[in-house]
């Protein structure tokens, strides 16, 4: 079973449409991440959600939207798209508490185009 | 500002001894972490040092000096499925994942 699974893995798509990624975790963990990592392979967060509340917001437009259904859900919705937010999205989770060796997992990502 | 510095890229021969480094200038410092980033896959987990030291697990050990902000992988008997990514990433004051921008193992015969 895939501890962390991201769907679609590859989406191509025009400027100014809206697109949804999901995210969905078996682990059982607390926390769900959205990164991105761009062309120059930095990989930045950009929404952490912990037990639904939203515990980091980074500058990133508000054309992107987390949406925690649960726990084990972290989905990304994306308005308005433009060609600057062409990059790989990952999805993580990781145990939830202040012990410093929690590792994230990551889902194997989404490829997103826009055209 | 918080910056993380690894070398972009670094080629080396199958069999042989690799080392990458990573410096780090963060707010605060509660564990250093390095994965594996295989093209076109995600990040996988490859060590953790919080204190000073060598921690090793295998063909793969990291060291860590909290004083000189400094860390550094080390990968023995290269093999050509070592050629990948290397992320050096900090946990910061405020247990955020501080990330850098990786540095590119190329393997040779």
């Known amino acids: 079973d895939t501890a962390v699974s991201q769907t679609p893995k590859y989406l191509v798509t025009q400027m100014g449409n809206d697109k949804s990624i999901k995210c969905e975790q078996n682990?059982?963990?607390?926390?769900m991440y959205w990164y991105k990592q761009d062309s120059k392979k930095f990989l930045k967060i950009m929404f952490s959600y912990n037990n639904k509340e939203l515990i980091i917001n980074e500058t990133v437009p508000n054309r992107f939207s987390p949406k925690s259904p649960d726990k084990a859900h972290l989905n990304l919705h994306i308005n308005s798209l433009e060609l600057g937010d062409s990059a790989v999205y990952f999805c993580?989770?990781?145990?939830?508490?202040?012990?410093?060796?929690?590792?994230?997992?990551f889902g194997e990502g989404s490829w997103l185009t826009v055209v | 500002g918080q910056n993380i510095d690894q070398p972009t890229e670094m080629t080396a021969t199958e069999g042989a001894i690799v080392q990458i480094n990573c410096t780090y200038q963060t707010s605060g410092f509660n564990g250093l972490f390095w994965y594996q980033q295989h093209a076109g896959e995600a990040p996988t987990f490859l060590s953790y040092?919080?204190l000073d030291g060598l921690e090793e697990k295998g063909r793969f050990s990291s060291f860590l000096s909290r004083s000189k902000g400094y860390s550094y992988l080390l990968l023995k008997e290269l093999q050509m499925k070592d050629s990948a990514s290397y992320l050096c990433a900090v946990r910061d004051s405020n247990y955020q994942l501080i990330w850098g921008a990786g540095t590119k193992l190329i393997i040779k015969p």
């Open positions: 993580a989770s990781s145990p939830s508490g202040e012990d410093s060796g929690n590792t994230i997992y």
């Open positions: 040092n919080v």
């Open positions: 682990l059982g963990h607390d926390t």
